[in-house]
């Protein structure tokens, strides 16, 4: 190991310890014949004094800000009067004895005094740069804490987490498809997921009755300051032998065990969660994701909500396209909610009035989460993709699943919170691309990577590709 303690571990009891830090020199000066060096990691800064023999021999004046450094030497207590508050290591300092360079760093591309402001575009060309500043490797830190609650908590209740294909079938599930040509089957392709949808109602099928997955999702859509395009990660969830109320409940401990555990600071205004009808949404806000705060002052009130009872079907508008539906009725959320029972006869008659077994989770005026009780019957699912306008190829892409239903499938539903999202307004985040480590900008580039990019006709004859 290049060290034996973190930059931000030391304290006064170390005092008299020999130690070994690593990490980037985020100052260097040099004072007479003495220099001083804050050395930081993702942890924290260290203070390490360099003696005159050890500025000679390493050329201190000549270390450029963010290289990479090694540095050996003992710990000191500081006098009182240079003790520093701000600092979680400001009681000490460490006396160096050697100091290798590790990696030189040259001009720095990105300024990384977070009062200084850069461009979004250099932020986002530069993210490894980004990535070390103290507020956005908070952000991460949080989202792998938050995460990691998830996991525990559902594992604590029975749940398995399934990792389902991301090479799968193109099929009409509302958004425009990342496609994925075969090598080996040429002239066919396969999809990246828009969601785990059929997979995971699958696993019911087979009597995985609790699943779970931090799942990735792809839909070629455009981005918007909620939502970033080409990809983004929902924690997707589906239980078997649940009513709506289930889900629900479940979800409602979820969050608010979340927010007390991860996010302490932050205050639930309202528990249980309202339930609003789409209806009461609609009439009263305007909206069926209504902001309910009592003070939208406050950067630490979460106001959640339940919206319920949607319509089965919404007409199909240019402003929010089903892609793959006809040109009168689109689905509300998608083509496997369930009708409510007593609606089921409207689905003949006027199936505008029927209403689903949907709920999404609102937060602060931003959905931040969707399910519902699912079909599970062949006869109903079938003729919900007859309403949507589905041809006859199309119905063929569900094949099996409708064919699975066939042999048994048990009443299931589930939800699948936005994680990018559900974070970016728990923390308060200007951006959702705040609380991603690499996102893709809103043209739906990698600036880092330069993505989508051009490949060799090589690659493209090995596909059948021109």
Same mark, same amino acid.
């Given at each position: 190991? &290049?060290?034996?303690?973190?930059?931000?571990?030391?304290?006064?009891?170390?005092?008299?310890?020999?130690?070994?830090?690593?990490?980037?020199?985020?100052?260097?000066?040099?004072?007479?014949?003495?220099?001083?060096?804050?050395?930081?990691?993702? @942890?924290?800064? =260290?203070?390490?004094?360099?003696?005159?023999?050890?500025?000679?021999?390493?050329?201190?004046?000549?270390?450029?800000?963010?290289?990479?450094?090694?540095?050996?030497?003992?710990?000191?207590?500081?006098?009182?009067?240079?003790?520093?508050?701000?600092? *979680?290591?400001?009681?000490?300092? #460490?006396?160096?004895?050697?100091?290798?360079?590790?990696?030189?760093?040259?001009?720095?591309?990105?300024?990384?005094?977070?009062?200084?402001?850069? =461009?979004?575009? !250099?932020?986002?060309? @530069?993210? &490894?740069?980004?990535?070390?500043?103290?507020?956005?490797?908070?952000?991460? $830190?949080?989202?792998?804490?938050?995460?990691?609650?998830?996991?525990?908590?559902?594992?604590?209740?029975?749940?398995?987490?399934?990792? !389902?294909? #991301?090479?799968?079938?193109? =099929?009409?599930?509302? $958004?425009?498809? @990342?496609?994925?040509? *075969?090598?080996?089957?040429?002239?066919?392709? &396969?999809?990246?997921?828009?969601?785990?949808?059929q997979y995971k109602q699958l696993l019911m099928v087979a009597g995985m009755d609790k699943y779970f997955q931090i799942a990735p999702c792809f839909r070629d859509e455009d981005a918007r300051a909620d939502r970033c395009p080409g990809e983004f990660y929902q924690l997707d969830l589906e239980m078997s032998y649940v009513h709506q109320e289930d889900i629900l409940q479940l979800t409602e401990e979820l969050m608010i065990k979340l927010i007390e555990t991860v996010f302490p600071d932050k205050k639930i205004s309202q528990v249980p969660f309202p339930r609003i009808t789409y209806d009461e949404a609609m009439k009263k806000y305007g909206r069926d994701n209504p902001d309910i705060r009592k003070n939208k002052e406050d950067p630490n009130e979460l106001a959640f909500c339940w919206i319920v009872e949607f319509p089965l079907f919404t007409p199909q508008t240019e402003e929010d396209f089903f892609h793959g539906a006809g040109k009168d009725w689109a689905p509300s959320h998608h083509m496997f909610t369930q009708p409510h029972e007593e609606d089921i006869p409207l689905l003949d008659s006027e199936p505008g009035k029927a209403r689903a077994y949907q709920h999404d989770l609102v937060l602060n005026g931003f959905e931040v989460g969707g399910g519902s009780i699912r079909i599970h019957e062949a006869e109903v699912q079938e003729k919900v993709f007859d309403l949507i306008g589905f041809s006859k190829e199309q119905k063929a892409q569900f094949a099996h699943l409708l064919e699975a239903f066939r042999y048994g499938v048990p009443p299931h539903g589930g939800i699948a919170p936005g994680l990018d999202r559900l974070l970016m307004v728990i923390m308060g985040a200007d951006s959702i691309r705040d609380v991603i480590a690499f996102p893709k900008d809103k043209s739906a580039k990698d600036p880092v990577m330069n993505a989508p990019s051009s490949v060799s006709k090589e690659q493209l004859d090995e596909l059948g590709l021109k």
């Open positions: 190991m &290049y060290r034996t303690h973190t930059c931000g571990e030391l304290r006064k009891e170390h005092a008299g310890t020999d130690v070994e830090l690593a990490g980037w020199a985020q100052n260097v000066r040099v004072q007479g014949k003495v220099g001083f060096v804050l050395l930081r990691d993702r @942890y924290g800064i =260290t203070q390490c004094f360099i003696p005159p023999d050890l500025v000679q021999k390493v050329k201190l004046q000549d270390i450029k800000k963010e290289s990479v450094l090694q540095i050996k030497g003992k710990v000191n207590e500081r006098p009182d009067n240079q003790k520093r508050e701000e600092m *979680s290591t400001g009681d000490i300092e #460490v006396k160096a004895e050697d100091l290798v360079v590790l990696a030189a760093c040259d001009p720095l591309p990105l300024e990384l005094d977070e009062s200084v402001e850069s =461009t979004e575009e !250099t932020r986002l060309k @530069y993210r &490894y740069l980004n990535l070390r500043m103290p507020k956005m490797a908070a952000n991460i $830190a949080l989202r792998h804490q938050a995460i990691q609650f998830i996991r525990d908590f559902l594992n604590e209740k029975g749940f398995l987490e399934i990792t !389902t294909p #991301v090479l799968t079938k193109s =099929t009409p599930e509302g $958004a425009r498809d @990342y496609l994925v040509p *075969s090598r080996i089957h040429k002239g066919q392709f &396969y999809a990246l997921p828009q969601s785990p949808q």
